[in-house]
């Protein structure tokens, strides 16, 4: 079956498809994978934050680590409340401590490098050991988890969001095992950030931050 279109229908529907095309934009694959990453949150730059927000931030924040450990021993969530920080009850509560001591031991036996410190201590107090992670494996995401100014909201996925804590951890170790050559005997006075879901059980392991 055929239909006729006379002159003038065919006019209309020539003008309609030329007026369609004309909205059209052809975009290179750049172009379009930009368009489509438009309102996407990939998250702040792991170094930037570190050096300009983190490590002062840590500085600043870090209260004498036996006053922390002590009042963590009487209540863990009194403590987390008045020393610590913890984004939501999914995460555990984050100390930014000052480990101020001398080291005591070295411990290289696994990647997960370690020196004990003993905090220097008021006449008569109990001494207390304080382990700070060397590298070069750091366990834990204390350091993008303590910072207030880094939210799960800012990145688009969980992925991104570990992607994010494992960079941050990287470049601890490289600062750590660039410029904090700890040997025994040496006094030490560190930021560090204690990750905890309750009070200490065994060893209070810290991963240091800023340092004098």
Same mark, same amino acid.
């Given at each position: 079956?055929?239909?006729r279109?006379?002159? /003038?229908?065919a006019?209309?529907?020539?003008? /309609?498809? *030329?007026? /369609?095309?004309? %909205?059209?934009?052809?975009?290179?694959? =750049?172009?379009?994978?930009?368009?489509r990453?438009?309102?996407?949150?990939h %998250?702040?730059?792991?170094?930037?934050?570190?050096?300009?927000?983190?490590?002062?931030?840590?500085?600043?924040?870090?209260?004498?680590?036996?006053?922390?450990?002590? /009042?963590? *021993?009487?209540n863990?969530?009194?403590?987390?409340?008045?020393? +610590?920080?913890?984004?939501? *009850?999914?995460?555990?509560?984050?100390?930014?401590?000052?480990?101020?001591?001398?080291?005591?031991?070295?411990?290289?036996?696994s990647?997960?490098?370690?020196?004990?410190?003993?905090? =220097?201590q008021?006449?008569?107090?109990?001494?207390?050991?304080?382990?700070?992670?060397?590298?070069?494996?750091?366990?834990?995401? +204390?350091?993008?988890? %303590?910072?207030? %100014?880094?939210?799960?909201?800012?990145?688009?996925?969980?992925?991104?969001?570990?992607?994010?804590?494992?960079?941050i951890?990287?470049?601890?170790? *490289?600062?750590?095992?660039?410029?904090?050559?700890?040997?025994?005997?040496?006094?030490?006075d560190?930021a560090?950030?204690?990750?905890?879901?309750?009070?200490?059980?065994?060893?209070?392991?810290?991963?240091?931050?800023?340092?004098?």
């Open positions: 079956m055929f239909y279109i006379n002159s /003038a229908r006019m209309q529907l020539t003008t /309609a498809v *030329t007026l /369609a095309l004309a %909205g059209c934009h052809v975009v290179t694959d =750049t172009e379009l994978a930009a368009i990453s438009q309102g996407q949150h %998250g702040p730059d792991a170094a930037q934050v570190l050096n300009t927000q983190l490590l002062p931030y840590a500085d600043k924040n870090a209260k004498p680590a036996a006053q922390v450990v002590g /009042a963590l *021993t009487q863990f969530d009194t403590a987390c409340k008045e020393y +610590g920080f913890r984004q939501s *009850t999914a995460f555990p509560c984050n100390f930014w401590i000052r480990v101020q001591g001398k080291v005591t031991r070295i411990d290289t036996s990647r997960v490098g370690k020196a004990y410190v003993e905090l =220097t008021a006449a008569g107090g109990e001494p207390v050991d304080i382990v700070l992670q060397m590298g070069p494996v750091i366990v834990g995401t +204390g350091v993008r988890d %303590g910072f207030p %100014g880094i939210k799960y909201s800012d990145f688009d996925d969980q992925t991104r969001f570990a992607a994010f804590g494992q960079e951890n990287k470049l601890v170790v *490289t600062r750590v095992q660039s410029s904090l050559n700890l040997k025994v005997g040496d006094q030490v560190v560090a950030v204690y990750s905890s879901w309750s009070e200490p059980a065994g060893e209070i392991r810290a991963i240091p931050v800023a340092w004098k």
